[in-house]
């Protein structure tokens, strides 16, 4: 290393960051969805869109994780037998429970036109809020959140 480089890390500095958060905001994120207004996200939406972005990543996708994402993907053009009924709602259960900040109370899944579609009910744990979240998986148009 030279001495340039050795007294560059002597003129770097890094200040402490000044308190901006809300009020009664526990999570604060970004989202780069086009149609939103701010591409700021909070609390129980910023959890939502981070469930949502696991969701459209096929298993095996990620580098240095292939356990990561789901198998929805894989499944769609499949027989929707018991067993593999079991086998998704087996895998949206860990996704949706790997957050620590969700827990999955119902899932139902069916199949549609073109793919399939799950329906599952979500506690958002900081929060105390439950929803009802309902996500097609669709051989030609993708994922869909309805």
């Not at 053009?77 to 009924?85: A, Q, S």
């Not at 009910?121 to 993708?142: C, H, K, Q, V, W």
Request: glycine residues 4%; charged residues 25%; proline residues 3%.
């Amino acid at each position: 290393m030279s001495q340039l480089e050795k007294n560059l890390y002597k003129r770097v500095t890094v200040s402490q960051p000044t308190q901006t958060a809300t009020a009664g905001r526990k999570y604060r994120g970004f989202s780069t969805v086009a149609d939103s207004k701010s591409y700021s996200l909070y609390d129980f939406e910023l959890i939502k869109q981070d469930l949502i972005n696991h969701f459209h990543i096929r298993q095996g996708e990620k580098l240095s994780n292939p356990e990561f994402g789901t198998i929805i993907w894989d499944a769609i053009f499949e027989p929707l037998t018991d067993t593999m009924r079991d086998a998704i709602s087996n895998n949206v259960t860990q996704i949706i429970n790997n957050d620590p900040r969700t827990n999955v109370d119902s899932i139902l899944i069916d199949q549609y036109e073109k793919g399939i579609q799950v329906e599952c009910t979500i506690t958002y744990l900081p929060f105390n809020i439950s929803e009802t979240l309902r996500m097609r998986f669709d051989e030609d148009a993708g994922f869909l959140k309805t």
